[in-house]
């Protein structure tokens, strides 16, 4: 049996955010973790994607969502383990070279974010108007790693925010990253 882990991004999705949904409704989705909220600690995160995928010798795919990608992107550069494709949802683009200005306030604490190709196949979905990527970031992230791209259209970063709970079409995606079984012979 699949299980499906979710990766959250730095913050806490409200009640009706499509990854909330599919954890309360869909079994076999589970956080890895539980969205803990700003923060962003990359070490913490992958520590604890670890210990999910670590957890069981069953096939894994990640869906991870904005600084979950992130979360996916380092733990895959550092870690081996059962996990067969990912969907990456609307990534943020974080400059290399990015240091908070005087009036801002980091919250997100990563090294570097991997530019490798993944290990497993993945789907990442972009959007067209998203705040914190362009297009040709997203792009460039799926070039990188690997990714196959989704062109969500013109959906803002894909969240409750922007008008998403339910997400059919990101569970159509999900279930695609699934292995077909073949029918037993008889």
């Excluded at 990854?19 to 962003?40: D, K, L």
């Excluded at 990456?88 to 801002?104: A, C, F």
């Excluded at 196959?148 to 013109?154: M, N, Q, T």
Aim: hydrophobic share 40%.
């Amino acid at each position: 049996m699949t299980r499906y882990l979710v990766v959250p991004g730095r913050g806490i999705p409200l009640p009706g955010h499509w990854s909330r949904t599919w954890v309360r409704e869909i079994p076999e989705f589970q956080w890895a973790p539980e969205p803990p909220g700003p923060p962003y600690v990359a070490a913490e995160r992958v520590a604890a994607l670890h210990a999910a995928v670590s957890a069981d010798g069953e096939p894994v795919i990640l869906v991870a969502h904005s600084a979950g990608c992130l979360t996916v992107a380092v733990w895959a550069s550092q870690h081996t383990g059962p996990v067969d494709a990912a969907l990456l949802v609307t990534p943020p683009y974080l400059d290399p070279d990015w240091t908070p200005g005087p009036d801002e306030i980091a919250d997100v604490f990563i090294d570097h974010v991997p530019r490798e190709p993944l290990p497993f196949r993945s789907i990442l979905v972009a959007s067209r108007n998203d705040p914190h990527a362009t297009f040709e970031q997203f792009e460039a992230y799926a070039r990188d790693w690997g990714s196959e791209l989704f062109d969500a259209g013109v959906v803002g970063h894909l969240d409750s925010k922007t008008g998403f709970g339910g997400w059919p079409d990101g569970e159509r995606l999900v279930r695609s990253l699934t292995k077909p079984v073949r029918p037993q012979q008889r």
